[in-house]
């Protein structure tokens, strides 16, 4: 599955529809979509992707997508989880629990940008992974 070479590529987009977070088949349709990224390289994105869209899941309401964008060489992986709450994440803070919260540290960490769009119905968190061609 390839989306992208040199220059902009369409996004790939994985609805999330479901009622509890699909997880293992967020992985396994992200490690497809990621194929060719070396295992640390994949392994961080592989985190990033995961923590997205269990925030998603944990704060944010339906309904909720997930798009993966990848782009030039060397190659720029965006991350974009989209719902339906305005609430923005906050770091080190969950409203879970103090045994939670660490999910947006680790994206500021592992990321060279992340951020949120306000769009009409909800927002969009993104992040962007710098990763060698």
């Known amino acids: 599955m390839d989306i992208g070479s040199e220059g902009a590529a369409r ?40 923590e997205l869209v269990s925030n998603a899941f944990d704060h944010g309401r339906a309904p909720r997508a997930l798009r993966l964008h990848r782009k030039g060489a060397p190659w720029l992986v965006r991350v974009e989880v989209d719902d339906a709450s305005p609430s923005l994440p906050v770091i080190g803070r969950s409203r879970l629990g103090g045994y939670r919260g660490r999910g947006m540290l680790i994206v500021s960490n592992l990321c060279r940008g992340w951020g949120v769009t306000h769009r009409s119905g909800g927002k969009t968190v993104w992040a962007e992974i710098a990763c060698a061609s």
């Open 11 to 50: 996004p790939l987009s994985l609805d999330l529809s479901q009622r509890t977070p699909p997880l293992a088949r967020v992985r396994r349709w992200a490690g497809e979509v990621l194929a060719g990224l070396d295992d640390e390289q994949l392994g961080d994105t592989m985190l990033v992707v995961t």
